[in-house]
């Protein structure tokens, strides 16, 4: 069909029985929508519930790893205080024993 020029009666009937095979399948879409409206649904209930678990999931695992953190420094500096008493007694120790000579 050429620019500007009028389709044939016969390209309007052809587009109208299109039209027609489109309102039934629109009418067929409709009619099985339901179920995939519900199955969508459920899905994004499902999707949500996930998100939601795993939220609260990270936020355990948040706070182990700040309770983990926080022991992990308390024993570092248990660990460090018990060097620093070993090494004045390692020092006391050679003081000791440099007067008994």
């Not at 409206?37 to 499902?46: A, G, M, P, R, V």
């Not at 992990?72 to 006391?92: A, G």
């Amino acid at each position: 069909m050429a620019s500007g020029s009028r389709p044939s009666d016969s390209q309007l009937y052809s587009f109208n029985n299109f039209s027609d095979e489109e309102d039934s399948l629109m009418a067929a879409i409709d009619a099985y929508e339901p179920p995939v409206k519900e199955n969508i649904e459920k899905s994004l209930t499902n999707l949500n519930v996930n998100i939601a678990t795993m939220a609260q999931q990270l936020e355990e695992l948040k706070r182990s790893h700040q309770e983990f953190s926080a022991n992990f420094i308390k024993q570092e500096q248990l660990l460090s205080d018990e060097i620093t008493l070993l090494r004045i007694e390692v020092t006391k120790l050679r003081k000791g024993n440099e007067g008994g000579l």
